[in-house]
T-cell receptor, first 116, second 111 residues
Framework: GAVVSQHPSRVICKSGTSVKIECRSLDFQATTMFWYRQFPKKSLMLMATSNEGSKATYEQGVEKDKFLINHASLTLSTLTVTSAHPEDSSFYIC????????????FGPGTRLTVL | SQQGEEDPQALSIQEGENATMNCSYKTSINNLQWYRQNSGRGLVHLILIRSNEREKHSGRLRVTLDTSKKSSSLLITASRAADTASYFCATLKAAGNKLTFGGGTRVLVKP
């Protein structure tokens, strides 16, 4: 149990386009989901906390107009990278926190974004 | 900035040997978790140790936590080539639900 999926797994886009990444909890409800960014051979950096039915909370230095987050249901959060540029190329990983839990987050398999 | 710092950054061992990596953190925590990540993949949760626990075992994994020193260690015994991966510690603060990740240790187990 506790499976989190991400779609797409890989995306290549042209500079200036927008890309949407989906994060789904497949067998549990997640009131809270998290979005992380990871550069090659580096650790995960938390970008934002996505709460179902309310606005996301962004970490310092993360542009909320650049990285739009929508958590419309208890099983789905989306991250849209708007007007993507090559420096946005990265590995984006989401995680989901089961309702009522403050312990283990379940991570998605990640999305590799390459902006040309 | 990352709360957790891990050392070593990279570790290369022979199959059958033990691998030990350490994690230090700065603030009070609710728990500390260890994750494994294979190249280009998502994270796999390995083990969670609560702030009131000192040691925990899971199969070939042994985790210790010293809250007085704000440090934790992960020991993988009798390593296998399949253990080759990056290992991250992550702390959950006493208040809140956000994880803060350490820099990670890249482990290479040579057959």
């Amino acid at each position: 149990g506790a499976v989190v999926s991400q779609h797409p797994s890989r995306v290549i886009c042209k500079s200036g386009t927008s890309v949407k990444i989906e994060c789904r909890s497949l067998d549990f409800q997640a009131t809270t989901m998290f979005w992380y960014r990871q550069f090659p051979k580096k650790s995960l950096m938390l970008m934002a906390t996505s709460n179902e039915g309310s606005k996301a909370t962004y970490e310092q230095g993360v542009e909320k107009d650049k990285f739009l987050i929508n958590h419309a249901s208890l099983t789905l959060s989306t991250l849209t990278v708007t007007s993507a540029h090559p420096e946005d190329s990265s590995f984006y990983i989401c995680s989901a926190l089961p309702g009522g839990s403050y312990n283990e987050q379940f991570f998605g398999p990640g999305t590799r974004l390459t902006v040309l | 900035s990352q709360q957790g710092e891990e050392d070593p950054q990279a570790l290369s061992i022979q199959e059958g040997e033990n691998a030990t990596m350490n994690c230090s953190y700065k603030t009070s925590i609710n728990n500390l978790q260890w994750y494994r990540q294979n190249s280009g993949r998502g994270l796999v949760h390995l083990i969670l140790i609560r702030s009131n626990e000192r040691e925990k075992h899971s199969g070939r994994l042994r985790v210790t936590l010293d809250t007085s020193k704000k440090s934790s260690s992960l020991l993988i015994t009798a390593s296998r080539a399949a253990d080759t991966a990056s290992y991250f510690c992550a702390t959950l603060k006493a208040a809140g639900n956000k994880l803060t990740f350490g820099g990670g240790t890249r482990v290479l187990v040579k057959p």
